[in-house]
């Protein structure tokens, strides 16, 4: 390995003033930019992952220590059974629990709370390869996510390469991406009207 060296410094002396960003780019170019720049790729980023059965507290911690809205749920063998978001963790899901199962929320497992895989959608490499930030945007709308998971398919079943997150492409595009409620059921679309 090459050795490192020490750079010269020098005072910070007189009035120094602040670089100023320049103007960013119109949210058109922008959102026709290849959707690959906006995908958090996982063979560059390690995945963040939680198993079914730690505490959801334990799964709270690990969001907030690797700074993510997201966790891999994955069994004992590391498969992937699930995700957990801190919409899962913060939200109504550990209230209804407690009051269902009367239990303590310290007793609340992240199986308890998780979005299953079985309910999970994910891209195909290939169709994101070819898409635009503006597809993806569009994708989390229609399927009502803060999350995308990309996969690549081989020989031995899909691998999770890749995600991207509502909250990542806001930043990106200066506008909130928030994914629109989508109803799933005939059973939802009933209870939505019923409330209306």
């Given at each position: 390995?090459?050795?490192?060296?020490?750079?010269?410094?020098?005072?910070?002396?007189?009035?120094?003033?602040?670089?100023?960003?320049?103007a960013p780019p119109p949210l058109e170019r922008l959102l026709a930019e290849p959707a690959l720049t906006?995908?958090?790729?996982?063979?560059?980023v390690a995945p963040v992952s939680v198993r079914t059965d730690e505490p959801i507290d334990t799964a709270h911690q690990r969001m907030l220590e690797r700074r993510v809205r997201m966790l891999f749920v994955v069994d004992?063998?590391?498969?992937?059974?699930?995700?957990?978001?801190?919409?899962?963790?913060?939200?109504?899901?550990?209230?209804?629990?407690?009051?269902?199962r009367g239990v303590r929320h310290d007793e609340i497992r992240v199986q308890d709370v998780m979005t299953p895989a079985d309910r999970v959608e994910a891209l195909d490499v290939e169709s994101v390869a070819g898409a635009r930030v503006g597809d993806i945007v569009e994708t989390m709308r229609?399927?009502?996510?803060?999350?995308?998971?990309?996969?690549?398919?081989?020989?031995?079943?899909?691998?999770?390469?890749?995600v991207f997150s509502a909250a990542d492409l806001s930043r990106r595009?200066?506008?909130p991406v928030v994914p629109m409620t989508v109803a799933r059921t005939f059973a939802e679309i009933e209870e939505t009207l019923a409330d209306g």
């Open positions: 390995m090459a050795p490192f060296h020490v750079l010269r410094a020098s005072p910070l002396a007189g009035h120094a003033r602040l670089v100023t960003p320049s906006a995908m958090t790729d996982l063979t560059r004992h063998a590391g498969l992937v059974v699930g995700l957990l978001t801190s919409n899962d963790l913060l939200g109504e899901k550990p209230m209804q629990v407690v009051r269902e229609a399927f009502g996510r803060q999350h995308a998971l990309v996969v690549r398919r081989g020989d031995d079943g899909p691998r999770i390469c890749g595009l200066g506008v």
